[in-house]
Protein backbone atom coordinates (compact mmCIF):
# COMPACT_ATOMS: atom_id res chain seq x y z
CA UNK A 1 0.00 0.00 0.00
CA UNK A 2 2.50 2.18 0.71
CA UNK A 3 4.61 1.83 -2.31
CA UNK A 4 1.27 2.48 -4.07
CA UNK A 5 0.89 5.65 -2.55
CA UNK A 6 4.63 6.41 -3.22
CA UNK A 7 4.40 6.48 -6.74
CA UNK A 8 3.19 9.61 -8.79
CA UNK A 9 -0.87 9.27 -9.20
CA UNK A 10 -0.63 9.73 -13.02
CA UNK A 11 1.87 7.02 -13.52
CA UNK A 12 -0.32 4.78 -11.16
CA UNK A 13 -3.67 5.74 -12.99
CA UNK A 14 -1.84 4.24 -16.33
CA UNK A 15 -0.42 1.32 -14.56
CA UNK A 16 -4.44 0.50 -13.01
CA UNK A 17 -5.87 1.21 -16.94
CA UNK A 18 -2.97 -1.46 -18.68
CA UNK A 19 -3.98 -3.55 -16.08
CA UNK A 20 -7.80 -3.39 -17.20
CA UNK A 21 -8.37 -5.95 -20.35
CA UNK A 22 -11.21 -3.73 -21.78
CA UNK A 23 -9.23 -0.04 -20.81
CA UNK A 24 -5.88 -1.39 -22.35
CA UNK A 25 -7.43 -2.85 -25.38
CA UNK A 26 -8.68 1.09 -25.99
CA UNK A 27 -5.49 2.44 -24.94
CA UNK A 28 -3.42 -0.30 -27.48
CA UNK A 29 -6.01 0.68 -30.12
CA UNK A 30 -5.57 4.62 -30.19
CA UNK A 31 -1.80 4.02 -30.35
CA UNK A 32 -1.82 1.75 -33.17
CA UNK A 33 -4.62 4.13 -35.22
CA UNK A 34 -1.91 6.68 -34.54
CA UNK A 35 1.00 5.01 -35.85
CA UNK A 36 -1.35 3.70 -38.67
CA UNK A 37 -2.17 7.41 -39.10
CA UNK A 38 1.83 8.25 -39.66
CA UNK A 39 2.18 6.06 -42.14
CA UNK A 40 -0.03 7.34 -44.57
CA UNK A 41 1.68 10.52 -43.98
CA UNK A 42 4.48 9.46 -45.72
CA UNK A 43 2.88 7.88 -48.62
CA UNK A 44 3.94 10.85 -50.99
CA UNK A 45 1.80 11.52 -54.38
CA UNK A 46 3.77 11.03 -57.85
CA UNK A 47 5.38 14.20 -60.04
CA UNK A 48 6.07 15.71 -56.42
CA UNK A 49 9.41 17.62 -56.85
CA UNK A 50 10.96 17.14 -53.38
CA UNK A 51 13.87 20.18 -53.46
CA UNK A 52 11.55 22.76 -54.46
CA UNK A 53 8.73 21.78 -52.37
CA UNK A 54 11.25 21.77 -49.39
CA UNK A 55 12.25 25.00 -50.85
CA UNK A 56 8.61 26.51 -50.47
CA UNK A 57 8.39 25.51 -47.36
CA UNK A 58 11.49 27.58 -46.36
CA UNK A 59 10.35 30.55 -48.32
CA UNK A 60 6.71 30.37 -47.11
CA UNK A 61 5.94 31.29 -43.09
CA UNK A 62 2.57 30.19 -43.66
CA UNK A 63 2.62 27.07 -45.62
CA UNK A 64 5.49 26.47 -42.70
CA UNK A 65 2.46 26.47 -39.97
CA UNK A 66 0.29 24.73 -41.73
CA UNK A 67 2.56 22.20 -42.41
CA UNK A 68 3.53 21.45 -38.57
CA UNK A 69 -0.55 20.63 -38.04
CA UNK A 70 -0.39 17.58 -40.62
CA UNK A 71 2.36 17.22 -39.17
CA UNK A 72 4.92 17.11 -41.86
CA UNK A 73 2.59 15.18 -44.31
CA UNK A 74 2.26 18.43 -46.27
CA UNK A 75 6.11 19.37 -46.38
CA UNK A 76 6.14 15.77 -48.57
CA UNK A 77 2.84 16.20 -50.01
CA UNK A 78 1.49 12.83 -49.55
CA UNK A 79 -2.09 11.59 -49.09
CA UNK A 80 -2.77 12.60 -45.65
CA UNK A 81 -1.50 16.38 -46.95
CA UNK A 82 -5.00 18.30 -45.34
CA UNK A 83 -5.26 15.96 -42.52
CA UNK A 84 -8.65 16.27 -41.15
CA UNK A 85 -8.86 19.87 -41.66
CA UNK A 86 -11.55 19.91 -44.08
CA UNK A 87 -13.59 17.89 -41.63
CA UNK A 88 -13.39 20.58 -39.51
CA UNK A 89 -14.42 23.60 -41.95
CA UNK A 90 -17.38 21.66 -42.74
CA UNK A 91 -18.40 20.90 -38.78
CA UNK A 92 -17.69 24.74 -38.12
CA UNK A 93 -20.32 25.40 -41.20
CA UNK A 94 -22.84 23.20 -40.02
CA UNK A 95 -22.55 24.65 -36.70
CA UNK A 96 -23.18 27.82 -38.06
CA UNK A 97 -26.48 26.55 -40.39
CA UNK A 98 -27.93 24.55 -37.53
CA UNK A 99 -29.13 28.15 -36.17
CA UNK A 100 -29.97 29.62 -39.33
CA UNK A 101 -31.84 26.67 -41.05
CA UNK A 102 -35.59 25.80 -39.87
CA UNK A 103 -35.13 22.15 -41.36
CA UNK A 104 -31.92 21.54 -39.65
CA UNK A 105 -33.05 22.60 -36.44
CA UNK A 106 -35.63 20.39 -36.50
CA UNK A 107 -33.37 17.68 -37.04
CA UNK A 108 -30.77 18.50 -34.36
CA UNK A 109 -34.05 18.43 -32.03
CA UNK A 110 -34.38 14.51 -32.91
CA UNK A 111 -32.13 13.35 -30.08
CA UNK A 112 -29.16 10.94 -30.70
CA UNK A 113 -31.05 10.31 -34.66
CA UNK A 114 -30.66 13.83 -35.36
CA UNK A 115 -27.04 14.11 -34.42
CA UNK A 116 -26.39 11.18 -36.83
CA UNK A 117 -28.29 12.79 -39.21
CA UNK A 118 -26.26 15.83 -38.84
CA UNK A 119 -22.90 13.87 -38.52
CA UNK A 120 -24.03 12.40 -41.72
CA UNK A 121 -24.64 14.85 -43.67
CA UNK A 122 -20.95 16.48 -42.29
CA UNK A 123 -19.58 14.51 -43.88
CA UNK A 124 -21.78 14.28 -47.33
CA UNK A 125 -19.99 18.36 -46.83
CA UNK A 126 -16.24 17.21 -46.30
CA UNK A 127 -15.74 14.83 -49.55
CA UNK A 128 -16.38 18.61 -51.77
CA UNK A 129 -14.60 20.64 -49.04
CA UNK A 130 -11.55 18.41 -49.23
CA UNK A 131 -11.97 18.38 -53.17
CA UNK A 132 -11.28 22.49 -53.18
CA UNK A 133 -8.42 22.30 -50.87
CA UNK A 134 -6.93 19.76 -52.54
CA UNK A 135 -7.22 21.24 -55.78
CA UNK A 136 -6.15 24.81 -54.47
CA UNK A 137 -3.17 23.57 -52.67
CA UNK A 138 -2.23 21.07 -55.91
CA UNK A 139 -2.73 24.68 -57.79
CA UNK A 140 -0.54 26.34 -55.79
CA UNK A 141 2.49 23.89 -55.59
CA UNK A 142 2.45 23.82 -59.37
CA UNK A 143 2.83 27.59 -59.87
CA UNK A 144 5.61 27.30 -57.41
CA UNK A 145 7.40 24.42 -59.36
CA UNK A 146 7.10 21.81 -56.41
CA UNK A 147 4.76 19.50 -58.42
CA UNK A 148 5.86 18.82 -62.13
CA UNK A 149 2.60 16.98 -63.49
CA UNK A 150 -0.11 19.47 -65.33
CA UNK A 151 -2.00 16.98 -67.16
CA UNK A 152 -5.77 16.58 -66.85
CA UNK A 153 -5.47 13.07 -65.74
CA UNK A 154 -2.63 13.53 -62.85
CA UNK A 155 -4.72 16.27 -61.55
CA UNK A 156 -7.70 14.30 -61.02
CA UNK A 157 -5.68 11.45 -59.48
CA UNK A 158 -4.25 13.89 -56.81
CA UNK A 159 -7.10 15.63 -56.57
CA UNK A 160 -8.92 12.43 -55.43
CA UNK A 161 -5.81 11.16 -53.49
CA UNK A 162 -6.13 13.76 -51.41
CA UNK A 163 -9.70 13.52 -51.04
CA UNK A 164 -9.66 10.23 -50.09
CA UNK A 165 -6.38 10.90 -47.94
CA UNK A 166 -8.56 12.74 -45.85
CA UNK A 167 -11.68 10.71 -45.32
CA UNK A 168 -9.59 7.61 -44.39
CA UNK A 169 -8.17 9.99 -41.61
CA UNK A 170 -11.40 11.28 -40.12
CA UNK A 171 -12.34 7.20 -40.22
CA UNK A 172 -9.67 6.63 -37.98
CA UNK A 173 -10.54 9.14 -36.10
CA UNK A 174 -14.11 7.80 -35.30
CA UNK A 175 -12.55 4.45 -34.71
CA UNK A 176 -10.50 6.25 -31.85
CA UNK A 177 -13.77 8.07 -30.82
CA UNK A 178 -15.73 4.75 -30.62
CA UNK A 179 -13.03 2.13 -29.81
CA UNK A 180 -10.22 4.09 -28.14
CA UNK A 181 -9.85 6.53 -25.40
CA UNK A 182 -10.33 10.24 -26.37
CA UNK A 183 -12.00 12.39 -28.88
CA UNK A 184 -10.48 10.86 -32.34
CA UNK A 185 -10.70 13.80 -34.75
CA UNK A 186 -8.96 16.26 -31.87
CA UNK A 187 -6.06 12.98 -31.32
CA UNK A 188 -5.16 12.62 -35.02
CA UNK A 189 -4.75 16.35 -35.23
CA UNK A 190 -2.60 15.55 -32.02
CA UNK A 191 -0.72 13.19 -33.36
CA UNK A 192 -0.12 15.31 -36.27
CA UNK A 193 1.40 18.57 -34.10
CA UNK A 194 3.31 16.50 -32.31
CA UNK A 195 5.26 14.23 -34.74
CA UNK A 196 6.64 17.45 -35.97
CA UNK A 197 7.74 19.16 -32.79
CA UNK A 198 11.10 17.02 -32.27
CA UNK A 199 12.34 17.44 -35.82
CA UNK A 200 11.45 21.12 -35.37
CA UNK A 201 13.42 21.14 -31.94
CA UNK A 202 16.61 19.13 -33.71
CA UNK A 203 16.83 21.76 -36.41
CA UNK A 204 16.86 24.56 -34.17
CA UNK A 205 19.78 23.12 -32.16
CA UNK A 206 21.96 23.10 -35.35
CA UNK A 207 21.00 26.33 -36.46
CA UNK A 208 20.62 27.99 -33.89
CA UNK A 209 23.86 29.35 -32.80
CA UNK A 210 21.98 31.62 -29.46
CA UNK A 211 21.73 28.85 -27.08
CA UNK A 212 20.80 31.26 -24.48
CA UNK A 213 17.95 32.47 -26.45
CA UNK A 214 16.59 28.89 -27.73
CA UNK A 215 16.42 28.54 -23.63
CA UNK A 216 14.51 31.51 -23.13
CA UNK A 217 12.38 30.48 -25.87
CA UNK A 218 11.37 26.82 -24.30
CA UNK A 219 11.08 28.70 -20.77
CA UNK A 220 8.02 30.85 -22.84
CA UNK A 221 6.52 28.17 -24.38
CA UNK A 222 5.96 26.28 -21.14
CA UNK A 223 5.18 29.21 -18.98
CA UNK A 224 2.48 29.51 -21.84
CA UNK A 225 1.45 26.22 -21.93
CA UNK A 226 0.56 26.69 -18.05
CA UNK A 227 -1.21 29.62 -19.00
CA UNK A 228 -3.58 27.99 -21.34
CA UNK A 229 -4.04 24.74 -18.81
CA UNK A 230 -5.95 27.27 -16.14
CA UNK A 231 -7.34 29.61 -18.25
CA UNK A 232 -8.82 26.13 -19.96
CA UNK A 233 -10.21 24.55 -16.97
CA UNK A 234 -11.08 28.37 -15.33
CA UNK A 235 -14.46 28.88 -14.33
CA UNK A 236 -16.93 30.79 -12.38
CA UNK A 237 -19.58 28.94 -10.70
CA UNK A 238 -23.19 30.79 -9.86
CA UNK A 239 -25.09 29.43 -7.04
CA UNK A 240 -28.74 27.98 -8.19
CA UNK A 241 -31.20 26.61 -5.82
CA UNK A 242 -33.98 24.53 -6.50
CA UNK A 243 -37.05 24.40 -4.68
CA UNK A 244 -40.05 21.54 -5.01
CA UNK A 245 -43.31 20.15 -3.78
CA UNK A 246 -43.32 16.55 -3.20
CA UNK A 247 -46.46 14.91 -2.51
CA UNK A 248 -46.39 12.04 0.19
CA UNK A 249 -48.13 9.77 2.48
CA UNK A 250 -51.28 12.36 1.57
CA UNK A 251 -49.28 15.29 2.56
CA UNK A 252 -47.18 18.05 0.92
CA UNK A 253 -43.82 18.17 1.75
CA UNK A 254 -41.56 21.04 0.30
CA UNK A 255 -37.69 20.31 -0.84
CA UNK A 256 -34.88 22.41 -1.69
CA UNK A 257 -31.74 21.60 -2.88
CA UNK A 258 -28.18 23.87 -4.31
CA UNK A 259 -26.02 23.33 -6.93
CA UNK A 260 -23.72 25.45 -9.53
CA UNK A 261 -23.77 26.69 -13.15
CA UNK A 262 -20.14 26.73 -14.44
CA UNK A 263 -19.60 29.66 -16.74
CA UNK A 264 -16.16 29.14 -18.38
CA UNK A 265 -13.57 32.19 -18.56
CA UNK A 266 -12.71 30.22 -22.32
CA UNK A 267 -16.10 29.34 -23.36
CA UNK A 268 -15.26 29.73 -26.96
CA UNK A 269 -12.58 27.45 -26.81
CA UNK A 270 -9.99 27.98 -30.15
CA UNK A 271 -13.05 28.21 -32.40
CA UNK A 272 -11.80 32.59 -32.31
CA UNK A 273 -8.64 31.65 -33.26
CA UNK A 274 -9.75 29.37 -36.64
CA UNK A 275 -12.11 31.94 -37.79
CA UNK A 276 -9.56 35.09 -37.13
CA UNK A 277 -6.64 33.11 -38.82
CA UNK A 278 -9.03 31.91 -41.55
CA UNK A 279 -9.58 35.91 -42.23
CA UNK A 280 -6.24 37.19 -42.18
CA UNK A 281 -4.89 34.52 -44.22
CA UNK A 282 -7.36 34.36 -47.19
CA UNK A 283 -5.74 37.76 -48.97
CA UNK A 284 -2.35 36.41 -49.00
CA UNK A 285 -4.22 32.95 -50.72
CA UNK A 286 -5.39 35.28 -53.43
CA UNK A 287 -2.72 37.20 -53.66
CA UNK A 288 -0.35 34.58 -54.04
CA UNK A 289 -2.58 33.39 -57.40
CA UNK A 290 -1.46 36.88 -58.93
CA UNK A 291 2.49 37.13 -57.35
CA UNK A 292 5.04 37.66 -60.41
CA UNK A 293 8.60 37.47 -58.33
CA UNK A 294 10.10 38.89 -61.78
CA UNK A 295 7.91 41.85 -61.89
CA UNK A 296 6.17 42.56 -58.59
CA UNK A 297 2.61 44.19 -58.40
CA UNK A 298 0.30 44.94 -55.71
CA UNK A 299 -0.69 41.15 -54.92
CA UNK A 300 3.58 41.00 -53.99
CA UNK A 301 2.48 43.61 -51.65
CA UNK A 302 -0.35 42.29 -50.10
CA UNK A 303 1.49 39.12 -49.46
CA UNK A 304 4.32 40.96 -47.97
CA UNK A 305 1.57 42.85 -45.33
CA UNK A 306 -0.23 39.36 -44.50
CA UNK A 307 3.53 37.03 -44.15
CA UNK A 308 3.41 35.84 -40.96
CA UNK A 309 6.90 35.73 -40.89
CA UNK A 310 7.54 39.74 -41.48
CA UNK A 311 9.93 41.41 -39.02
CA UNK A 312 9.04 44.03 -37.60
CA UNK A 313 7.33 46.87 -38.45
CA UNK A 314 5.73 45.26 -41.11
CA UNK A 315 4.54 42.02 -38.91
CA UNK A 316 2.37 44.25 -36.62
CA UNK A 317 -0.29 44.72 -39.31
CA UNK A 318 -0.10 41.29 -39.63
CA UNK A 319 -0.22 40.01 -35.66
CA UNK A 320 -2.41 43.35 -34.42
CA UNK A 321 -5.02 42.54 -37.10
CA UNK A 322 -5.32 38.91 -35.63
CA UNK A 323 -5.40 40.09 -31.90
CA UNK A 324 -8.12 41.83 -32.84
CA UNK A 325 -9.87 39.57 -34.82
CA UNK A 326 -9.47 36.99 -32.14
CA UNK A 327 -11.15 39.19 -29.42
CA UNK A 328 -13.67 39.97 -31.79
CA UNK A 329 -14.95 36.84 -32.79
CA UNK A 330 -14.14 35.77 -28.66
CA UNK A 331 -17.26 37.75 -27.88
CA UNK A 332 -19.18 36.89 -31.08
CA UNK A 333 -19.10 32.96 -30.65
CA UNK A 334 -19.48 33.33 -26.76
CA UNK A 335 -22.69 34.97 -26.94
CA UNK A 336 -23.92 33.43 -29.93
CA UNK A 337 -23.24 29.82 -27.84
CA UNK A 338 -24.78 31.50 -24.48
CA UNK A 339 -27.67 32.61 -26.28
CA UNK A 340 -28.56 29.10 -27.80
CA UNK A 341 -28.19 27.49 -24.13
CA UNK A 342 -31.14 29.66 -22.84
CA UNK A 343 -30.15 29.21 -19.46
CA UNK A 344 -32.50 31.39 -17.81
CA UNK A 345 -35.51 29.78 -19.37
CA UNK A 346 -34.08 26.23 -18.42
CA UNK A 347 -34.06 27.66 -14.68
CA UNK A 348 -37.12 28.75 -14.95
CA UNK A 349 -38.82 25.79 -16.28
CA UNK A 350 -37.47 23.46 -13.85
CA UNK A 351 -38.01 25.81 -11.14
CA UNK A 352 -34.31 27.02 -10.51
CA UNK A 353 -33.36 30.25 -9.37
CA UNK A 354 -30.19 32.39 -8.51
CA UNK A 355 -30.01 33.91 -5.05
CA UNK A 356 -30.88 37.35 -4.63
CA UNK A 357 -32.03 37.24 -8.14
CA UNK A 358 -35.23 36.97 -9.34
CA UNK A 359 -36.23 34.55 -12.40
CA UNK A 360 -36.83 35.70 -16.03
CA UNK A 361 -35.56 38.74 -17.57
CA UNK A 362 -33.53 39.75 -14.53
CA UNK A 363 -31.68 36.50 -14.31
CA UNK A 364 -31.05 36.68 -17.79
CA UNK A 365 -29.67 40.01 -17.52
CA UNK A 366 -27.35 39.31 -14.53
CA UNK A 367 -26.20 36.01 -16.51
CA UNK A 368 -25.10 38.23 -19.43
CA UNK A 369 -23.42 40.72 -17.00
CA UNK A 370 -21.47 38.17 -15.56
CA UNK A 371 -20.56 36.44 -19.13
CA UNK A 372 -19.66 39.40 -20.58
CA UNK A 373 -16.94 39.97 -18.13
CA UNK A 374 -15.64 36.91 -18.47
CA UNK A 375 -15.09 36.91 -22.02
CA UNK A 376 -13.33 40.10 -21.31
CA UNK A 377 -10.25 37.57 -19.58
CA UNK A 378 -10.99 34.73 -22.11
CA UNK A 379 -10.27 37.11 -25.29
CA UNK A 380 -7.75 38.57 -23.93
CA UNK A 381 -6.02 35.06 -23.39
CA UNK A 382 -6.68 33.93 -26.20
CA UNK A 383 -5.11 37.02 -28.20
CA UNK A 384 -1.99 36.85 -26.28
CA UNK A 385 -1.56 33.23 -27.10
CA UNK A 386 -2.59 33.97 -30.81
CA UNK A 387 0.03 36.71 -30.81
CA UNK A 388 3.09 34.79 -28.37
CA UNK A 389 4.72 32.59 -31.29
CA UNK A 390 5.39 37.04 -33.16
CA UNK A 391 6.32 38.14 -29.36
CA UNK A 392 8.84 34.41 -28.67
CA UNK A 393 10.00 35.52 -32.03
CA UNK A 394 11.03 38.97 -31.75
CA UNK A 395 11.95 38.75 -28.05
CA UNK A 396 14.32 35.23 -28.32
CA UNK A 397 15.24 36.12 -31.97
CA UNK A 398 14.42 32.29 -32.70
CA UNK A 399 13.46 31.60 -36.43
CA UNK A 400 13.40 27.93 -36.71
CA UNK A 401 10.60 26.83 -34.22
CA UNK A 402 7.70 27.73 -35.18
CA UNK A 403 5.07 27.16 -32.75
CA UNK A 404 1.47 27.99 -33.62
CA UNK A 405 -0.98 29.27 -30.90
CA UNK A 406 -4.05 27.19 -32.22
CA UNK A 407 -1.14 23.90 -32.28
CA UNK A 408 -0.20 24.66 -28.07
CA UNK A 409 -4.22 25.26 -27.64
CA UNK A 410 -4.94 22.10 -29.46
CA UNK A 411 -2.43 19.57 -28.00
CA UNK A 412 -3.07 20.93 -24.15
CA UNK A 413 -6.83 20.36 -24.36
CA UNK A 414 -6.35 17.38 -25.95
CA UNK A 415 -4.30 16.45 -23.14
CA UNK A 416 -6.78 17.73 -20.11
CA UNK A 417 -9.84 16.15 -22.54
CA UNK A 418 -7.82 12.46 -22.56
CA UNK A 419 -6.44 12.33 -19.12
CA UNK A 420 -10.25 13.41 -17.75
CA UNK A 421 -11.85 10.40 -19.85
CA UNK A 422 -9.30 7.99 -18.66
CA UNK A 423 -9.93 9.14 -15.17
CA UNK A 424 -13.82 8.65 -15.99
CA UNK A 425 -13.31 5.09 -17.08
CA UNK A 426 -10.93 4.23 -14.09
CA UNK A 427 -13.92 5.54 -11.78
CA UNK A 428 -16.47 3.66 -13.24
CA UNK A 429 -14.16 0.79 -12.05
CA UNK A 430 -13.88 1.75 -8.80
CA UNK A 431 -9.86 2.85 -9.49
CA UNK A 432 -8.32 5.54 -7.72
CA UNK A 433 -8.65 9.10 -10.27
CA UNK A 434 -5.16 11.38 -11.08
CA UNK A 435 -7.49 14.81 -11.34
CA UNK A 436 -8.42 16.50 -8.03
Known amino acids: MQQRQARPRLLQAMV ?24 VAHVPLPGVDPEALQLLFERNAMLGMLDMFSGGAMRYFSVAAMGVYPYITASIIMMLLVPVIPRLQAISREGETGKNKINRITHWLTVPMAALAGYGQLVLLQREGAVSSTTVLSTVAIVLALTAGTMFCVWLGELITEYGIGNGISIIIFGGIVAGLPEMVGRSFLAQANFSGLAVYILIALATTVLIVIFTEAHRRIPVQYARSVFRGGRMYKQSGSTHIPLRVNTAGMIPLIFAMSIVIFPSMVASYFANPAEPNIANSIMNLFDPGAALPMGLFYWGLYFLLVVAFAFFYTMVVFQQQDLPGTLQRQGGFIPGIRPGRLTANYLNQVIKRLTWGGALFLALVAVMPFLMREITNVQVIQLSSMGMLIVVGVVLDTMKQLEAQLVMRRYEGFIK
Open 16 to 39: DAFRLPDLRRRILLTIGILVVFRF
